[in-house]
């Protein structure tokens, strides 16, 4: 399984953004599409998850009410709908599966990281 992530950008505080992750080979049902970001000088944190099989979705509080994810089946496609975006969502943003149906936060339990997309939001 490849991932790729895209659509990052500069963009102002207030603003949206939507974010892409193009997956790619053999991906089973049971597995959950993870967003993780890296904040400039600071660890890589959990942002939101979708199960491929099914309608359960998960995030961070920090942008639970802001950040959305969803799934096209049809062009194997999971999107990161950002609103409302802060000077604190400045990161570098991956998509990355994990082979369970079983959800977590650690990025550790994620693999087949694809090439980050940059996004950052000025004030």
């Known amino acids: 399984v490849q991932l790729q992530a895209s659509g990052g950008g500069l963009v102002q505080a207030g603003d949206s953004l939507r974010l892409s992750c193009a997956v790619s080979g053999r991906i089973f049902s049971h597995y959950y599409i993870g967003w993780f970001r890296r904040p400039p000088g600071k660890e890589r944190e959990f942002v939101a998850a979708?199960?491929?099989?099914?309608?359960?979705?998960h995030y961070a509080e920090s942008v639970k009410g802001r950040f959305a994810v969803s799934r096209d089946d049809a062009t194997n496609r999971v999107f990161l709908q950002m609103n409302g975006l802060k000077p604190d969502d400045t990161a570098t943003y991956y998509c990355?599966?994990?082979?369970?149906?079983?959800?977590?936060?650690?990025?550790?339990?994620?693999?087949?990281w694809g090439q980050g997309t940059e996004v950052t939001v000025s004030s």
């Open positions: 990355a599966v994990r082979s369970s149906s079983v959800h977590t936060q650690r990025s550790e339990l994620y693999r087949n």
């Open positions: 979708i199960s491929w099989s099914s309608p359960s979705q």
